[in-house]
């Protein structure tokens, strides 16, 4: 059986930073054409998710049920697009089935299901991640398998009251097999975060969490975060990553409303280029 | 008979009561799971700060690795329970019903139903089965969780149904809510019971023009009120629907074509429960025939003790009675 990185490795930062940079790319042809969506949130987040796919979690594409993987649990369904870009990059789906993301019929809609090979979770109604992932864990750990669970969720689930029942059942249990990773990406639905949630990394540390904040979109920052968050010492680990809707293209991170952001038909081929330009 | 102290007042929800005339059986879930987690490692149990209350406790005891009290938070116990599941455990967690349907809604339907988790719910008070007024009183729990694709529903009639219940939702996939009994359960159906996925079962067959169609434990009250109509001269037969979903749709009419008329007697408001899918079912297969409902009305309810509130809300012995010997 084939397994990915584990136990991981030196990083190599050049071919992570390239994982990345794919990831986008590949983001970018699958909204291309489809006039508005969540690509900001998945450019956001690709620098997270091409660490965690390529560097840090256990798991063999060709056995998504494989029992003892780690979990990477979605829980921003929205999220979907960059979710399937890294499953295609990692080998779960086919690169050729990426363009009918979010088309009527597609089995890769607008918001992540479980059916989907790699997707452990049914995402879109937000708060309900963490708390599966403490029950992964929990689960994982009574059976004294070596598996970790990493679970990621946004700032604007710090607003839903399930996300922090979580969180204390995640340091109640002892879920030292948990990994967060809080994309604090500074948006939600109707704009800015709009809830006083900060400070953020002081909250999870009085929850009883080890807490570390990290530029999101700095690999080596990413790299580091995720090492320091092995130890088994009793207490779940979080993440908190400041990250920039729209990275690695500054027309996306200028616009207005990036939450399910507007871009017109005529504008994808620029959008491309920047990208290019800007990792270039 | 010592003269019993709890009529008149709201009881102590920990308060086992000797029910006059009726053998009982304690804590006749958590025996029994305790039981079936030495025959199924995978099975963990959970609760919502309500261990005691749910009669858990005997699994907690048998099986203390394997259980769980998350605190006062049903969202997360229901989360936790699909998380569990999803690594291979059969979750069985427990609380009331009103704060599993009411407060935890979203997490059943999508964490648990929509991503088919093995998970069992045991939903303690279900009905008006508790003093404590509107607050714990899961009154439209039927309806609420009826609305939920890929969950079954279970309302069980007696010790006797509960325990089979434990043992079979083990083997049902997927998400299941049971109406769970507490404390001193009564055991109304004979040994010879066998619970049946789905399928409604006639559990007093009296003959008749009176064909009562009843759940949970209104069908044991609804056997006490035919024998008792029986002595006065009218007979009638009882349709236990133990399973609420998926409905027996031609169990129940095929029952309903035997009568006259009918009575749906449930623990539940009239609305949305059994009496509902009941209706439904008679006027899809084109049947009319004059229905009584005994159940209770679109309301919230006081504080009180069961005998007071089942009484004035119109559940008790006397209202099933006169709807069979009245038909009204």
């Known amino acids: ?280 | 008979m010592a003269e019993p102290l709890h009529t008149g007042r709201t009881r102590g929800m920990g308060e086992l009561i000797d029910i006059a005339g009726k053998t009982t059986e304690l804590a006749p879930f958590g025996t029994t799971l305790a039981e079936l987690g030495r025959e199924r490692p995978e099975i963990v149990g959970l609760t919502a700060d309500m261990g005691r209350y749910s009669d858990i406790l005997p699994f907690r005891d048998a099986h203390p690795t394997r259980f769980f009290n998350v605190g006062m938070a049903e969202q997360d116990l229901i989360m936790i329970a699909a998380g569990l599941s999803k690594v291979g455990k059969i979750a069985y967690c427990t609380t009331y019903s009103v704060f599993i349907t009411r407060r935890a809604y979203d997490f059943v339907a999508i964490s648990c139903a929509h991503s088919k988790a093995n998970v069992k719910i045991f939903a303690g008070m279900p009905g008006l089965v508790n003093g404590y007024g509107a607050t714990h009183q899961a009154t439209e729990d039927l309806n609420m969780m009826r609305g939920i694709a890929d969950l079954t529903i279970i309302d069980p009639c007696d010790a006797t149904e509960l325990k089979q219940v434990v043992r079979a939702v083990a083997d049902i996939p997927g998400t299941v809510y049971v109406r769970s009994l507490r404390g001193k359960v009564p055991v109304e159906l004979p040994d010879s019971y066998r619970f049946q996925l789905g399928k409604a079962q006639v559990i007093h067959e009296g003959g008749g023009k009176v064909g009562i169609i009843s759940t949970g434990y209104m069908s044991a009250r609804a056997m006490d009120a035919a024998r008792l109509a029986a002595e006065q001269g009218i007979a009638s037969s009882v349709l236990h629907v133990g399973t609420i979903k998926p409905f027996d749709t031609a169990g129940v009419i095929a029952f309903a074509q035997r009568f006259d008329r009918l009575i749906v007697a449930e623990n539940h408001k009239t609305t949305g429960g059994l009496n509902t899918l009941v209706v439904e079912a008679l006027y899809d297969a084109g049947i009319m025939k004059p229905l009584i409902k005994v159940g209770l009305a679109d309301s919230f309810f006081e504080c009180g003790s069961q005998e007071y509130l089942e009484a004035k809300y119109g559940v008790d012995l006397p209202r099933m009675l006169r709807a069979i010997l009245e038909g009204n």
């Open chain 1, 1 to 280: 059986m084939t397994t990915l990185n584990h136990p991981p490795g030196s990083a190599d930062l050049p071919a992570l930073k390239a994982r990345a940079l794919n990831l986008r790319r590949t983001m970018l042809h699958m909204a291309s054409g489809k006039g508005e969506g969540y690509i900001a949130q998945g450019l956001g987040i690709a620098d997270c998710l091409a660490a965690i796919y390529f560097h840090e979690l256990r798991y063999d594409a060709a056995n998504p049920a494989w029992a003892d993987r780690d979990r990477f649990v979605l829980s921003t369904g929205h999220y979907a697009i960059a979710m399937y870009a890294v499953l295609a990059e990692a080998g779960y789906l086919e690169a050729a089935e990426l363009p009918s993301y979010g088309l009527n019929g597609s089995r890769l809609p607008m918001s992540t299901f479980d059916d989907i090979p790699g997707v452990e979770m049914v995402g879109g109604s937000l708060g309900h991640g963490l708390g599966q992932a403490v029950g992964m864990a929990m689960a994982l750990k009574l059976d004294g398998r070596p598996s970790r669970v990493f679970c990621e969720f946004s700032d604007g689930e710090l607003q839903e009251g399930s996300t922090w029942e979580a969180t204390m059942g995640a340091a109640t249990f002892k879920c030292d097999n948990l990994v967060a990773l809080i994309d604090c990406n500074g948006i939600q639905a109707d704009g800015p975060v709009t809830v006083q949630i900060e400070p953020v990394a002081d909250k999870f540390t009085a929850f009883g969490w080890d807490t570390v904040e990290v530029n999101g979109n700095d690999m080596a920052a990413l790299v580091d975060a995720l090492a320091g968050a092995r130890e088994k010492n009793g207490r779940p680990k979080a993440i908190v990553l400041r990250t920039t809707p729209g990275h690695g293209v500054p027309t996306l991170v200028a616009r207005d409303r990036a939450h399910f952001v507007r871009v017109d038909n005529s504008e994808w081929d620029a959008l491309k280029a920047e990208l290019e330009s800007t990792h270039g």
